[in-house]
């Protein structure tokens, strides 16, 4: 008898610690329930990338004067820059310019030091090939205009939820031209002159 008042105690036990169990799960999905979504419907929706990001490098080939300050800041010397001096004017001359995308880790030190800028991150996030020699990018490649998001007409683009304006749930409502949360670098510097 008394083992038997024992299993019925183990089970009353464990019945009430599995209804806990379920009540914490269930409490963790209604408390989901509450916030913003987070699921983007990729090939036909996207998120519009943040001011500073940095993407695929865009390169302009009559800007470059061949110094090679790219390749000795890069902290892996990622760069490959092909010159020739031209012994008429006294200046290197630039005949071929490459990087590749596969060993990139995308630091952005290359743009940041440029002395002629011709180096700039671009909003292009999607590089992915099926062959990684793909991902070696030459100065033609390098130099096609950037791709944004904003301008594929099969796309709709959406805010990154960070992004959003105060009270806002859906990022699909988002007009682009409406203001993001938070101030912009410029207002907080008024405000600190103040």
Request: hydrophobic share 30%; net charge negative; glycine share 6%.
């Amino acid at each position: 008898m008394l083992k038997f008042l024992k299993q019925v105690g183990d089970y009353a036990k464990e019945a009430v610690q599995a209804g806990k169990y379920i009540g914490q799960g269930l409490a963790v999905t209604f408390d989901h329930m509450r916030r913003r979504p987070i699921t983007v419907q990729y090939p036909y929706e996207k998120l519009i990338p943040s001011e500073r990001f940095r993407g695929r490098i865009h390169f302009e080939f009559d800007k470059c004067i061949s110094c090679e300050v790219c390749v000795r800041v890069c902290p892996i010397n990622l760069p490959v820059v092909d010159w020739e001096f031209n012994k008429e004017t006294k200046k290197k001359q630039l005949r071929h310019y490459s990087i590749d995308f596969g060993v990139c880790i995308f630091c952005g030190n290359c743009v940041e030091y440029c002395p002629t800028n011709c180096l700039s991150m671009t909003e292009e996030y999607e590089l992915s090939t099926y062959d990684r020699h793909e991902l070696n990018f030459d100065n033609v490649a390098l130099g096609r205009l950037p791709y944004k998001v904003t301008d594929d007409p099969m796309v709709t683009p959406l805010r990154e939820l960070a992004y959003l304006p105060k009270g806002v749930m859906d990022p699909h409502d988002v007009p682009d031209s409406y203001r993001r949360a938070g101030q912009l670098p410029e207002e907080i510097l008024e405000k600190s002159e103040k």
